[in-house]
């Protein structure tokens, strides 16, 4: 069983579109996040929530939203693709929101904006 | 803000020869993690150091908390092929931000 997953694991879209990316965890954690890695390798986080709360929210522009239907899963929508969104996008999960436990992340989605 | 500085941000190396990655936190910190992200991979978790001066070992892999908590290192002896991918740490800071704050990363390319 895969503790963290994604979908999709590849994405390619042109500018201007809206697209989904969705995270689930089967670990029991409470807290889950989104990070952005760019080509540098440099890990952003994005996003927090803990227990479907908006703990998080890094200075990120506005078309990228994220939602949380339930403390096992987080999804993150982005509107208005740009070049610059181009990136591969990480979902994590931990016990708790401090930074004391460990954090496990899923296998990213690579999204490419043409 | 709290920051964590990593450096070398990138280390070619002779299979065998010995590899270092340090961390230094601008603030005290509660605890440090270190991961590992293998070419294409995902970030994995290594470890985590807590207490002051803490020296932990994984087989080759030795990690290092500072004194002050403000500085940990990840040391790899005889480093192999296997050990290839960037390696982060990231630390958690004292008191109420205990939010984890991520170093840059070390990318460690390893010649056979």
């Known amino acids: 069983d895969t503790a963290v997953s994604q979908t999709p694991k590849y994405l390619v879209t042109q500018m201007g579109n809206d697209k989904s990316i969705k995270c689930e965890q089967n670990l029991g954690h409470d807290t889950m996040y989104w990070y952005k890695q760019d080509s540098k390798k440099f890990l952003k986080i994005m996003f927090s929530y803990n227990n479907k709360e908006l703990i998080i929210n890094e200075t990120v522009p506005n078309r990228f939203s994220p939602k949380s239907p339930d403390k096992a899963h987080l999804n993150l929508h982005i509107n208005s693709l740009e070049l610059g969104d181009s990136a591969v996008y990480f979902c994590a999960s931990s016990r708790t929101p401090f930074g004391f436990y460990e954090q496990y992340f899923g296998p990213g989605t690579r999204l490419t904006v043409t | 803000g709290q920051q964590v500085m990593q450096i070398p941000q990138y280390q070619h190396v002779q299979e065998g020869e010995d590899f270092t990655t340090y961390c230094n936190s601008s603030t005290t910190l509660s605890n440090i993690q270190w991961y590992k992200q293998r070419p294409g991979g995902h970030p994995v978790f290594l470890i985590q150091l807590v207490k002051s001066g803490e020296v932990k070992k994984q087989k080759r892999l030795t990690f290092q908390f500072g004194e002050a908590k403000k500085n940990s290192s990840l040391h790899i002896t005889a480093t192999q092929t296997t050990d290839v991918g960037t390696y982060f740490c990231?630390?958690?800071?004292?008191?109420?931000?205990?939010?984890?704050?991520w170093g840059l990363g070390t990318s460690l390319a390893v010649n056979p």
């Open positions: 990231a630390g958690a800071g004292a008191g109420n931000n205990r939010k984890l704050i």
